[in-house]
T-cell receptor
Framework: AQSVTQLGSHVSVSEGALVLLRCNYS??????LFWYVQYPNQGLQLLLK??????LVKGINGFEAEFKKSETSFHLTKPSAHMSDAAEYFC??????????FGKGTRLHILP | DAGITQSPRHKVTETGTPVTLRCHQT?????MYWYRQDPGHGLRLIHY???????DKGEVSDGYSVSRSKTEDFLLTLESATSSQTSVYFC?????????????FGSGTRLTVV
């Protein structure tokens, strides 16, 4: 069965600094991978997805993620953090069946 | 998201009472899902539906039942609410090629069982 591990339940970065949120997955087949963002009191929004095309995936709001099969990783990055990026981020995996499995989330704090 | 609506948005109920949460979509998507979100646990799948009258259990289905009599509505029922079911509940929908597009989520229902 597939699973997702997000390293760090809380991450703090300074405004303008690099954002790096880590995600490692486990899957018995080539996976589909997703990053979602959740702002306070809202549902989850899709940031980006990997579906076996290019390994470097670009998403909304300047975020991108790189699929590394050898490391079973799908880390999320953004070159320069903005205050509006403060939110909770979820990595998720699917094996192409009917379900997407979510990680436990990483709350991103932006320091002024 | 305008295509998916959850009701109520907030509810407080007493232990032992039945509770029904509603998810309504206007997208005519085949697949619908119920998740619960709890601190330290992320999102956990409760039940999901492939279509009308076609449902299946997720990883945390005990104490919950669902029904889907119409494409647009997916109901989640807590037959006898317990304090452990205090949570935020999210509904999600997806198209047939769900793994390519991911899910669209509702805004959530915050349920408190006292």
């Amino acid at each position: 069965a597939q699973s997702v591990t997000q390293l760090g339940s809380h991450v703090s970065v300074s405004e303008g600094a690099l954002v790096l949120l880590r995600c490692n997955y486990s899957s018995s087949v080539p996976p589909y991978l997703f990053w979602y963002v959740q702002y306070p009191n809202q549902g989850l929004q899709l940031l980006l997805k990997y579906t076996s095309a290019a390994t470097l995936v670009k998403g909304i709001n300047g975020f991108e993620a790189e699929f590394k099969k050898s490391e079973t990783s799908f880390h999320l990055t953004k070159p320069s953090a903005h205050m509006s990026d403060a939110a909770e981020y979820f990595c998720a995996v699917s094996e192409g069946d009917d379900k997407i499995i979510f990680g436990k989330g990483t709350r991103l704090h932006i320091l002024p | 998201d305008a295509g998916i609506t959850q009701s109520p948005r907030h509810k407080v109920t007493e232990t032992g009472t039945p509770v029904t949460l509603r998810c309504h979509q206007t997208e005519n998507h085949r697949y619908m899902y119920w998740y619960r979100q709890d601190p330290g646990h992320g999102l956990r799948l409760i039940h999901y539906s492939y279509g009308v009258k076609d449902t299946d259990k997720g990883e945390v289905s005990d104490g919950y039942s669902v029904s889907r009599s119409k494409t647009e509505d997916f109901l989640l029922t807590l037959e006898s609410a317990t304090s452990s079911q205090t949570s935020v509940y999210f509904c999600a929908i997806s198209e047939l090629d769900r793994t390519l597009v991911g899910y669209t989520f509702g805004s959530g229902t915050r349920l408190t069982v006292v």
